[in-house]
């Protein structure tokens, strides 16, 4: 059974910690799926497409959640413009504030961008965590926007079926 690193920010301690696992048609799956929390600045663009891109590609063995250190009022046109053009779900998507998930059981943290990492909270328990940053396109055309959405989707997933150690759909 794959143990998992333990977030290092804060002054927690590194421990392992091992999930049940069911095996399913010849598949080590998950009992229920992983819950991811990416973290950004503004949660108005990388974090958002993030969200939406493990959420689709990872569906059943992740629940992705997306929230800001700081915030903005909504999601960038262009995001919701990217998602939407490779045929992507964006109902519901809003800015959220990192205290709306506090108390969610978060199995890996994400950081997508430099200020997200720096402000990362302390969470109750230690927490695997992963930093990846991505290009910001605010204030960029639409063909920016894609082109991140297209590295958060090659690098950003890539990453968190390697930490989760998911196997590849099937």
Do not use: W
Not at 33 to 57: F, I, K, W
Not at 87 to 104: R, S
Not at 109 to 122: F, L, S
Request: hydrophobic share 40%; with cysteine; charged share 20%.
């Amino acid at each position: 059974m794959p143990t998992r690193p333990v977030c290092k920010f804060g002054t927690h301690q590194e421990i392992p910690l091992l999930y049940p696992l069911t095996l399913k048609l010849g598949l080590i799956v998950a009992d229920k799926p992983y819950t991811v929390l990416v973290l950004c600045t503004g949660n108005s663009c990388r974090s958002q497409m993030a969200e939406v891109l493990l959420n689709h590609d990872l569906v059943g063995q992740v629940r992705a959640l997306s929230a800001g250190t700081r915030p903005q009022p909504k999601v960038a046109d262009g995001a919701i413009a990217a998602l939407k053009e490779a045929g992507l779900n964006t109902d519901g998507l809003h800015p959220k504030d990192i205290d709306a998930v506090m108390n969610e059981a978060i199995d890996l943290v994400v950081t997508v961008c430099d200020n997200a990492r720096e402000a990362c909270p302390v969470f109750p328990k230690p927490i695997p965590a992963i930093h990846l940053p991505f290009h910001d396109p605010h204030g960029e055309p639409l063909e920016s926007f894609i082109t991140v959405r297209d590295d958060i989707r090659a690098r950003l997933v890539a990453a968190v079926r390697n930490k989760l150690s998911l196997q590849p759909a099937a």
